[in-house]
């Protein structure tokens, strides 16, 4: 899997496009009315829980014990219960959680629960927020019997990497100041940590193979406009 060379050439005056269009729509949405706002957001944040849920596939069984790290607000943990009657609970290190499902609070290192203890660990778009990676992510695999399910934004170019690096703190920094402002979210989403430890998307591939965990599936998404790419890696124990 990989990207065309047109789109990896495009990407690069995308991105500087996108760069210089962030400022003036940061104003815009600040200007939103607070009604329409959350309602553009709503929709985009139904849209996002969508294609994660379509990518799952069967990989989650129903019924399955089931761990969101970095869950946030839980709403996609909620979403998951709701497709696959699970038992779902989520885990983070801040505390802006807007969902129905139990989650619980710890230092980001350790996760507080037995080996084996869910079926599957889900980590959407977490694994970037922390300089810890490999400390998280063999607790991921000490705590799931069947599998994890990673979400991760990637890269294909030194480009992209710049982009996606300006994008996660725009996405965090700034349209989370827009939502706490309209009171979408709390003010937790400020303290989220950036020390930006993306890697490419061979990167990912590489690092799962050394922590020895096999692929069922992957799935690209490549922004056709915006030069953003996200993967959503299905792997096995």
């Not at 019997?145 to 890269?155: F, S, W």
């Not at 930006?196 to 056709?224: D, M, P």
């Amino acid at each position: 899997m990989s990207i065309t060379p047109i789109r990896n050439i495009l990407y690069l005056p995308l991105g500087i496009f996108y760069f210089l269009l962030s400022f003036p729509l940061f104003i815009i949405n600040l200007l939103i009315p607070k009604g329409k706002y959350i309602e553009i957001q709503t929709k985009s944040a139904e849209n996002e829980r969508a294609w994660r849920l379509s990518d799952i596939g069967d990989f989650i069984q129903n019924g399955d014990r089931v761990l969101d790290v970095g869950c946030g607000n839980g709403r996609f943990g909620e979403a998951i219960a709701k497709k696959y009657n699970g038992d779902v609970r989520g885990v983070d290190v801040v505390n802006y959680a807007n969902a129905t499902i139990p989650i619980d609070f710890y230092d980001g290192y350790v996760l507080p629960f037995e080996d084996n203890s869910f079926d599957v660990i889900v980590m959407a778009f977490m694994l970037h927020h922390v300089k810890h990676q490999d400390k998280i992510f063999s607790e991921a695999i000490r705590c799931s019997r069947r599998g994890i399910i990673v979400y991760e934004d990637t890269y294909f170019s030194p480009w992209q990497w710049a982009f996606t690096v300006w994008n996660d703190f725009y996405s965090n920094m700034a349209v989370g100041t827009v939502k706490i402002v309209k009171g979408l979210e709390g003010k937790g989403i400020w303290g989220m940590p950036l020390p930006f430890t993306f890697r490419s998307f061979k990167g990912w591939q590489k690092y799962f193979a050394e922590k020895g965990l096999s692929e069922k599936s992957v799935i690209l998404h490549h922004g056709n406009i915006k030069p953003h790419t996200k993967a959503t890696f299905l792997l096995e124990k």
